[in-house]
T-cell receptor, first 115, second 115 residues
Framework: DGGITQSPKYLFRKEGQNVTLSCEQN?????MYWYRQDPGQGLRLIYY???????QKGDIAEGYSVSREKKESFPLTVTSAQKNPTAFYLC??????????????FGEGSWLTVV | AQSVTQPDIHITVSEGASLELRCNYS??????LFWYVQSPGQGLQLLLK??????LVQGIKGFEAEFKRSQSSFNLRKPSVHWSDAAEYFC?????????????FGAGTRLTVKP
């Protein structure tokens, strides 16, 4: 199957713990993104990566970290420094070689709850 | 900086009635515009996109949108709503070939369909 796979779908974390959300894609897209979604606030960008071994902070990067060691993978770590991590997290990809729209494609999301 | 406004947080329509969801954008150059739909707890699915040419764009599931540069709008329409259309809808303005910034999303409009 082609697409974007996020795991786990549901994750519970105790306060003070770091957790890592996985995002894997087999679309051969260069760019990958992490968004956070809270009710009534739409999507906010956490980090994005245009190529392997390079990534940029988005609007709300504090308390998060990422790596891009492989084109297919862009894991997101939610650290204990993130004050309010309970949210729905969406991974997305984009084919930067597409001259006709640069569409972003989304995974199914991961729910993170801090308990 | 680019931005998107969806003036309506929640809309309720009767099944079979027509639908129009509003979207206004702010962007200095020719925009790439998108509409996505999200079912509860799921990722975002692309409905349609505009990047050039005909200002009336057809999408999946019977949706269409019209780009009006003079009004900076990209409203989504459907002539007859089905109960399965109940979801959250996001308008977005996206990166172009010369801008590596990410896609900007509106806060979303939640659609309820009455029987």
């Amino acid at each position: 199957d082609g697409g974007i796979t996020q795991s786990p779908k549901y994750l519970f974390r105790k306060e003070g713990q770091n957790v890592t959300l996985s995002c894997e894609q087999n679309l051969n897209h260069d760019a990958m993104y992490w968004y956070r979604q809270d009710p009534g606030q739409g999507l906010r960008l956490i980090y994005y990566s245009q190529i392997v071994n390079d990534f940029q902070k988005g609007d709300i990067a504090e308390g998060y970290s990422v790596s891009r060691e492989k084109k297919e993978s862009f894991p997101l770590t939610v650290t204990s420094a993130q004050k309010n991590p309970t949210a729905f997290y969406l991974c997305a990809t984009r084919n930067t070689g597409d001259p006709y729209g640069n569409t972003i494609y989304f995974g199914e999301g991961s729910w993170l709850t801090v308990v | 900086a680019q931005s998107v406004t969806q003036p309506d947080i929640h809309i309720t329509v009767s099944e079979g009635a027509s639908l129009e969801l509003r979207c206004n954008y702010s962007y200095g150059a020719t925009p790439y515009l998108f509409w996505y739909v999200q079912s509860p707890g799921q990722g975002l699915q692309l409905l349609l996109k505009y990047f050039s040419g005909d200002t009336l764009v057809q999408g999946i599931k019977g949706f269409e949108a019209e780009f009006k540069r003079s009004q900076s709008s990209f409203n989504l329409r459907k002539p007859s709503v089905h109960w399965s259309d109940a979801a959250e809808y996001f308008c977005a303005v996206g990166p172009n070939l010369y801008n590596n910034n990410d896609m900007r999303f509106g806060a979303g409009t939640r659609l309820t369909v009455k029987p």
